[in-house]
């Protein structure tokens, strides 16, 4: 039996640097817990734009739907800022989410023990704060028709249109309601059926499927300003929030900054599960590419290294793996071992990307 | 010469309870500041269709057009949740909005210093706090065509319309501009423009504006969901952000709840200035109607009292009375005078809503 593929994705900025400690990881578990990956690595963002003309070749974009899971490290920068809509890095990304129908991008916002001073939060709001945001990812107003800048008359108009179908809130729904079987068993709906005909399908269709197949979960509805609120105000009230893909945008990044941490904070994006039980799949970590710190060895590896954690519980069935790699990053964090985003203001002698990597392996 | 005149619609749940202490504040400016209006009252929201089948009468309509300022409490309610989309309360607040074209809202978000504890921040990261968010507020998602839900096959399908034109963005990024030069001569935009190209016009007509009108004042621009971010880590970095309806309904939520008190929070909703100079305008608390505490005297009036404020500076052309409204205000949150949402863990005894309006009175 040939071993499970993996496509690395480095990207843009300060993908390449967290991805190599990575892929040190990926090599660790081969060589010491006899989990070996067949890895390949290819281009996607501004790399990709740099060597092809495209965000995303159609070569890379095959062997993304042939592998097993995909790992991305990050698109975009300053470089590439005035290029056309069309081959901006981010198109690349997009046209991965689309065409492998990673319709489930879940967000975890966790805030770490070592971590909670961070915040901009007082401590108690945040201290073990731990939410799921199940944001969907190939629809709505990021990919709906029609869309685009034409004349009338004689000025400009743009328009974007938000669109869903059933049986796309009914999917991203379910694979709310099963990780709340799984944590806390709650699940808040968030949209703004008061003012959009959009979000009332989508409170008609959560509901639905929450009384036919989950009536065991506990379901709540609220406002998407109200969220942003309440997301603010008393975060721990929350345990899988399940929203659409604008609303989850702007929702996810203001629960993850919450933590504190960004540098912390993986993601992982899911299709339908294959015969094999297996989903199409694509890992990342929440922030950005950094122009700002990139090539100097700052960055913190951490996120994309939790990353392949959710990489080994979703996609490899190996949640005890899963566990061990978080497990090992928890330790290094509670030794205060700190990359130059986690130092306090009392300062102290942060670690290089590497030197992380060298001592979560120790770790391990 | 006739006074000038206010159309109140103090609509549903705490609404009119806090708008009756307006109603005294308001008599006071007239007795002992020589400042007289002719003031009336109608209904709006939950109201308006408890008695007319309708949240927003068109006589009411009609009124809210000629009067010189509408103050409005707050509208919707459970009692209203079933009701069909086309007559819930909020229905009639729109109908406001897009009818008088109020285009710019503004949302203040401002920490006052005796109420800093208050926030789920850190103090630091909130003393001193002061924003302005101008939401564009009568079109985007909100009005767009086409929209509702319509059968495709056999499931349903949910549209809404974002859509925005040229002289749509360049007046709400004029009326940015203005408050800029007022305040710190800061403007942050935000949009989504690397996902959507509603979002790439926007930022094409800010920045044209800018450069052709604007010089002066400093331009930034941000993607909405780093903005979300940015607001939580570091809110102090801003001071007028301009940005579309549906971003601004959520940001300015955010925004607001970051002083963590939002029973404080007013907001002003401005159309073209007339032959006059006057505006279209329409005042309201950001709050809503707060069904679970509507009746009991517990409302805190000051965030609708702000509002009337609000209406002496750009309806009224009364800076100084505004300013002395507003430092009444202060003067009894100095005074360590509560209402019970301004109670914190330690305690207390709250004023009433009505002794609330007394104090101020008082201050006054
Ligand atoms: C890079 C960008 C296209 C993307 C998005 O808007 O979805 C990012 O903000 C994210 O949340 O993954
Ligand atoms: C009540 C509702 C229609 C409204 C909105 O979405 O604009 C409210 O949330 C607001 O922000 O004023």
């Known amino acids: ?53 495209t965000p995303l070749a159609d070569e890379t974009m095959a062997r993304a739907l042939e592998v097993d899971a995909v790992l991305l490290g990050a698109v975009g920068g300053p470089k590439y800022d005035d290029l056309d809509f069309s081959v901006k890095p981010e198109r ?48 709505g107003v990021y990919f709906g028709e029609p869309r685009g800048i034409h004349k009338e008359g004689n000025e400009r108009v743009g328009i974007n249109t938000q669109r869903y179908t059933e049986s796309e809130i009914a999917r ?22 008061n003012v959009m005909e959009s979000g009332i399908l989508w409170r008609d269709v959560v509901t639905e499927i929450h009384q036919a197949e989950y009536p065991d979960v506990e379901l709540s509805h609220m406002y998407a300003d109200n969220g942003a609120m309440q997301l603010v105000r008393a975060p721990k009230q929350f345990d899988v929030i399940v929203t659409d893909n604008l609303f989850g945008d702007v929702l996810s990044d203001c629960a993850a900054m919450l933590t504190g941490s960004l540098g912390m904070l993986p993601s992982a994006s899911l299709g339908a599960p294959d015969a094999n039980g297996r989903p199409k799949a694509l890992y990342e970590p929440v922030h950005g590419s950094a122009p700002d710190i990139t090539g100097q060895g700052k960055a913190n590896p951490i996120a994309c290294i939790l990353s392949f954690a959710m990489a080994l519980r979703y996609s490899f069935d190996q949640s005890d793996e899963a566990t061990r790699l978080e497990k090992a990053v928890e330790k290094v964090l509670a030794d205060g071992v700190r990359t130059a985003d986690l130092m306090g203001p009392e300062g102290g002698s942060p670690v290089s990307t590497t030197e992380m990597g060298d001592v979560i392996l120790e770790a391990l």
């Open 172 to 193: 991203v729904a379910r694979s709310a309601f099963e990780l709340a079987r799984k944590r806390n068993n709650k699940v808040c709906s968030m949209e703004k059926a």
């Open 92 to 139: 690349g990304l997009l046209r991965l989410r689309k065409e492998m129908d990673l319709f489930s991008n879940l967000r975890p916002a966790q805030c770490f023990d070592a971590l909670a001073d961070f915040s901009s939060l007082k401590k108690d709001v945040v201290a073990g704060l731990d939410i799921m945001i199940v944001r969907e990812l190939t629809s």
């Open 1 to 53: 039996m040939s071993n499970p593929s993996i496509l690395i994705l480095p990207g843009d900025g300060i993908g390449p640097e967290v991805m190599s400690q990575v892929e040190r990881i990926i090599e660790w578990f081969g060589d010491k817990r006899g989990l070996k990956f067949d890895v390949e690595t290819d281009l996607v963002g501004g790399a990709a734009y740099d060597n092809h003309g």
